[in-house]
């Protein structure tokens, strides 16, 4: 059995894995809410995104994905938060 398969089963992760993950799936929800206010505050048409609409779906999506994968990850590994000193 491999060391992710014993952390999964015993509901526990290394705290510093833990911490790595919230902060990387809180930065990808930034990113894309700060894209996304930016095409709408400022009125940006980029010329190789055209499709303004479908840019913002692919953001929503990518928040989306991003809030699911924190759930999961609190659901089963608890409700750790991201030290603010190690940033």
Known sequence: MNMVTKQRRNG???DK?????????EAE????????DCINDHNLVIPEH??????IDTLLGK????EEKLSV???YYG?????????
């Open 12 to 14: 526990k992760m290394n």
């Open 73 to 75: 990850m609190r659901k």
């Open 50 to 55: 055209v499709d303004i609409t479908g840019e």
């Open 17 to 25: 894995l833990f911490r790595t993950l919230l902060k990387r799936y």
């Open 29 to 36: 929800i930034e990113d894309a809410h700060y894209k996304i």
């Open 63 to 66: 928040i989306g994905k991003a």
């Open 79 to 87: 409700e750790k938060k991201a030290n603010k000193n190690i940033l």
